[in-house]
């Protein structure tokens, strides 16, 4: 969809003056790195951050500077996020396109936003490039449906969970999995899951007698490789499943509803959350400060408002 001249005349002034301005999100020329900056330069050690945090501020208001939060995403794990050819529903550009982002990740992102007052851009980049998009200082967060596991936080810090998934199983309608009531009945199954996931490596390892494919690069290509009967079954969470059987009514989503029957996973493998780059704590406080006044019910109910626009390509 081509954007009307006074749609590409506004971005281009945003870019010019997000270029020239500081951003509160950490990253390169932000207005954390300035208050860095003045905290290191005060001799009073005690309240230095202080000084410096109010130092930033009091320059952005003056300057009626707007911070900007970059957030990755990959732009293709509906219903956490998709790509679309345009703005309906509220999608957001995406960096360095012509498309739009949106679903679950994008209106969290937007909600954070406007609750603290930043301006949002989303950048498209494969999974297995996030985390280092965040550690390199490429972007300010990550919002990607991402577990909080012990092992991602060697290498970032996250925020309080903005999601709770439960694991599911999906299987064609009319396969012989497909009265499966327990893990158990699912031993000797063809089955694959996304890459760099608990789904593929730690919930298939559980299936007994397994034939585990090589992972998939995307939870769409993971959807597909089922739908072609490559695999009998592939294990994802719940919002994917939910999402999955819009696209595919084909499918039939299994939930074995916890307790010894279902797949053996800690709270830190389903509990969603937003990863930072580490000791970035202005960033994570204030995206907390919104996550908190949050409940379960309310991520439910932005999740199904989330699978109820989400395209069937996705």
């Not at 009307?4 to 509160?24: D, E, N, P």
């Not at 290509?221 to 490559?230: E, F, P, Q, R, Y």
């Amino acid at each position: 969809m081509k954007m009307s001249a006074k749609k590409v005349l506004g971005l281009i002034l945003a870019g010019v003056l997000a270029a020239g301005s500081l951003t509160a999100c950490g990253g390169r020329g932000t207005a954390a790195t300035a208050a860095d900056t003045k905290a290191e330069a005060t001799t009073t050690a005690g309240d230095a951050k202080s000084q410096g945090d109010a130092a930033a501020d009091t320059t952005a208001a003056d300057s009626g500077e707007k911070k900007t939060l970059r957030v990755a995403m990959e732009c293709a794990y509906a219903p956490y996020n998709w790509t679309q050819p345009d703005d309906s529903n509220g999608a957001v550009a995406i960096a360095d396109s012509n498309e739009f982002a949106y679903g679950y990740d994008v209106m969290m992102a937007k909600k954070i936003c406007e609750e603290l007052g930043y301006d949002l851009e989303i950048v498209r980049l494969d999974w297995d490039s996030l985390i280092p998009a965040v550690t390199t200082g490429q972007v300010d967060c990550v919002i990607a449906g991402q577990s909080i596991t012990s092992e991602r936080l060697k290498a970032v810090d996250f925020t309080e969970p903005y999601y709770y998934a439960t694991i599911v199983t999906l299987v064609k309608e009319g396969s012989k999995y497909a009265d499966a009531k327990s893990v158990a009945d699912l031993a000797g199954a063809t089955c694959t899951s996304q890459q760099s996931t608990i789904w593929y490596n730690t919930c298939l390892p559980q299936i007994q007698d397994a034939n585990v494919l090589a992972a998939t690069a995307s939870a769409p290509d993971m959807l597909m490789s089922l739908n072609a009967d490559k695999c009998d079954l592939v294990v994802t969470d719940q919002p994917t499943g939910k999402g999955a059987l819009i696209a595919y009514p084909n499918f039939k989503m299994i939930e074995f509803g916890g307790g010894d029957a279902d797949f053996q996973v800690t709270d830190e493998d389903i509990n969603i959350g937003i990863s930072l780059k580490k000791g970035n704590t202005e960033l994570k406080d204030a995206i907390n400060s919104v996550l908190t006044k949050m409940t379960k019910d309310d991520f439910s109910k932005m999740m199904d408002e989330a699978i109820s626009v989400q395209p069937l390509a996705n």
